[in-house]
């Protein structure tokens, strides 16, 4: 006889087994056998019964008679896995029916039992079932909290925004055309270019990337053209620019937008011509260089303030890539805030493994303006700081925990940052207020929205819009209570 397999009592309790049987009192005697071990279990008279509630709920293992009147057991199997249900299924079959126990495992089922069978066998049965589902929801998981498909290493998420990310940076690296990443500060901008380079077919060339917006308007040209000896005072040896160094790879200019339209000018012929002169030179030198640009400013708005050459972004911006902010996938923060928890517990040889609910609660009400860089940061200081396996809300700064507070103590910390005009200033506090209250009474109507929007005086549908407006994920906020 096996003997039943050990499993995780929190997890057990998640597991969902549907018992199916056309007797009565042998569902009731699997049933007897089963509960104690903590799962949910559902019955089914029929397979066509079976059928209907597997159509409408998920079962995690289900445990099933072959004779059963109208569909039997081996047909109920098959037609399981024609509808692609991902339930295991051990079938019961008759005293001496191993051809049909063996016909059964050919059908999909995951296993069987012959009658007689007593109730260890059956425990230990679905405890090996539950085994391999458990096995399955921690692969899956592993996969959701670090993207590695298809090379995408550097990632951390698993929401809609990021997967529209993965695709278009998918499609785009095999070819040559240049690229326009778009974001806010912080969203991972460079990260996105460098794993375009890593996947294309310039892989194994040079990936050189400059920050217009770090360089003096001054140096920027010979920082990206390179000068010859005597150009200038200083110039006292001929150096290779960025577009040199970039031959035959990729050159990514980051923060685009902050460079000078003299600059644009010269960058744009090397996009048309493929050629360029040092500073200080006069022999052409050509380049094979793919172009890779980023940028957090509103390009098309600076075209029409004339700040940016029309011509050069429809030259940079065939295809367009928008990173989005860590406010549009607040659904990645757990899985991100964990995965530098690991990197950061092993870097500073801390042995830190969790936040608990109120520190994971403050970083998902968190506004995030820095995204995922001050993400990064955040949680390398709370783990330097730890003093036990768990990151709790006091070891967050401060910072975090004010961030949607609209008291006059929160609005004193967004004037003493000193970057914030007063509209912008009324924006996030009204935000704040917006979130809160309509999640708060989102959560008293019992997540009804109809029955919220009827308490607060207002049209479903303009509920429906300002849920979507503010971002709030209630599902998401719904199964964490």
Not at 55 to 65: H, K
Not at 374 to 403: A, F, P, Q
Not at 449 to 466: C, D, H, P, V
Request: neutral net charge; glycine residues 6%; charged residues 30%.
């Amino acid at each position: 006889m096996s003997e039943p397999i050990q499993t995780d009592s929190t997890l057990q309790s998640t597991i969902g087994v549907l018992i199916v049987d056309d007797e009565k009192a042998a569902r009731y005697g699997m049933v007897k056998a089963l509960r104690p071990e903590g799962y949910s279990i559902a019955e089914a008279e029929d397979a066509l019964s079976a059928l209907n509630l597997m159509g409408n709920n998920s079962y995690d293992v289900v445990v099933t008679d072959v004779s059963m009147p109208g569909m039997n057991g081996i047909d109920f199997v098959k037609k399981v896995k024609e509808r692609k249900i991902e339930s295991l299924v051990i079938v019961i079959t008759a005293h001496g029916s191993e051809k049909m126990a063996v016909e059964a495992i050919k059908s999909g089922a995951f296993n069987y039992m012959s009658k007689p069978y007593d109730i260890e066998e059956l425990r230990a049965q679905v405890g090996h079932a539950v085994q391999q589902v458990l096995l399955q929801r921690e692969n899956a998981q592993l996969r959701k909290e670090l993207q590695i498909s298809k090379g995408f290493t550097g990632f951390v998420g698993d929401c809609k925004p990021m997967r529209q990310v993965y695709d278009l940076v998918d499609k785009v690296s095999k070819s040559n055309v240049t690229v326009l990443i778009r974001g806010e500060s912080g969203t991972g901008k460079e990260l996105v270019a460098k794993t375009i380079h890593d996947q294309s077919l310039r892989a194994k060339g040079p990936f050189i990337s400059i920050n217009c917006a770090a360089i003096p308007k001054e140096l920027i040209e010979s920082e990206l053209f390179g000068f010859e000896k005597g150009a200038f005072t200083g110039a006292v040896a001929a150096k290779q620019g960025k577009f040199e160094l970039a031959d035959g790879g990729t050159l990514f200019l980051d923060e685009i937008g902050d460079m000078s339209l003299e600059t644009q000018a010269k960058v744009l012929r090397v996009l048309q011509e493929r050629k360029f002169e040092r500073v200080g030179g006069t022999e052409s030198i050509q380049v094979d260089v793919r172009i890779l640009s980023a940028t957090h400013r509103d390009l098309s708005k600076f075209i029409r303030e004339g700040q940016f050459r029309e011509d050069l972004y429809y030259r940079i911006n065939v295809v367009e890539i928008e990173v989005p902010t860590l406010r549009k996938r607040a659904g990645d923060i757990p899985l991100l805030a964990k995965h530098y928890l690991s990197v950061f517990a092993q870097k500073h040889k801390i042995n830190v493994t969790r936040f608990s609910n109120d520190a994971m609660k403050v970083l998902m009400d968190y506004d995030w303006p820095g995204n995922v860089r001050e993400l990064i940061n955040v949680v390398e200081r709370s783990v330097v700081l730890s003093s036990g396996e768990e990151i709790t809300k006091d070891l967050l700064h401060d910072d975090l925990k004010k961030s949607d507070d609209f008291s006059p103590m929160g609005i004193k910390e967004i004037l003493e940052r000193g970057d914030v005009s007063f509209q912008d200033a009324k924006q996030r506090v009204v935000r704040a207020f917006e979130r809160e209250f309509i999640m708060e009474s989102m959560k008293l109507n019992n997540w009804n929205i109809s029955q919220t929007a009827t308490k607060l005086g207002m049209k479903r549908q303009y509920l429906q819009q300002k849920i979507k407006e503010l971002e709030l994920n209630i599902q998401e906020a719904k199964e964490n209570l």
